[in-house]
């Protein structure tokens, strides 16, 4: 009777309810997990799940900052972020000051990772001590070099990956290993490093408006 109809229609609407559950946690994995192990068979890496993404924004009359961005499992990381005023270099030099933000942020977490191993602490305490398996940088072969010399100087290995743009500033490949690989732009992986692309530089923006309306304040005080 009726009651048996109504235990039969949740039921049917709880199996619908699942189903679309799971394709949508699988749809989520595409992009996520999926698009992560895309990256790695592109560059030929055999572990990879935490990049990091970094930017330089300058704003003409401003101090230039730096942006971190992290992503693990192809998901924004947000409580790694990092932003960076920059400190060494005068006016505009985005070399200069990407040199500057990597050398600050590696440097950092080897410094961190020495103290912590002293004190018997675990590495996982620290802020910085977690390094990439990826770092992706905005742009092409100078900024990927940047990073090399960086990463030379400290004596430390990690992959590194430029994010080739047209002239349209849209990503139009991987610059890697002093190849340009092209990526296609259907693919999950194209659109993961797009995200990551436009995070990195909203984040950045985003730090630069804040320092600016300091500034505002403070001249109109």
């Not at 799971?22 to 895309?38: L, P």
């Not at 920059?86 to 070399?95: E, N, Q």
């Not at 296609?184 to 630069?208: C, G, M, N, P, V």
Request: aromatic share 6%.
């Amino acid at each position: 009777g009726e009651k048996e109809r109504l235990v039969e229609l949740a039921a049917k609407n709880a199996s619908l309810v699942l189903q679309q559950d799971s394709e949508r946690i699988v749809r989520e994995q595409k992009k996520t997990i999926g698009a992560v192990q895309e990256i790695a068979d592109i560059l030929g890496l055999k572990e990879l799940s935490r990049m990091e993404s970094f930017d330089i924004s300058n704003t003409s009359g401003y101090e230039s900052v730096g942006s971190m961005v992290v992503f693990e499992a192809g998901k924004p990381k947000r409580n790694d972020y990092r932003k960076f005023k920059i400190k060494w270099v005068k006016g505009a030099d985005d070399y200069a000051s990407m040199y500057e933000v990597l050398t600050r942020r590696l440097s950092h977490g080897l410094e961190e990772a020495k103290e912590l191993k002293e004190k018997n602490l675990s590495a996982d305490v620290g802020s910085f001590t977690r390094f990439p398996d990826l770092i992706l940088m905005d742009g092409g072969k100078g900024q990927v070099n940047i990073a090399l010399k960086v990463l030379d100087e400290l004596k430390l290995n990690i992959p590194v990956c430029g994010m080739v743009k047209d002239d349209n500033h849209r990503t139009r490949g991987l610059y890697y290993n002093n190849t340009e690989l092209p990526i296609d732009t259907r693919s999950e992986a194209f659109k993961l490093i797009t995200r990551i692309q436009d995070e990195t530089h909203r984040f950045a923006i985003e730090y630069h408006r804040t320092l600016r309306n300091k500034a505002q304040v403070k001249s109109v005080l």
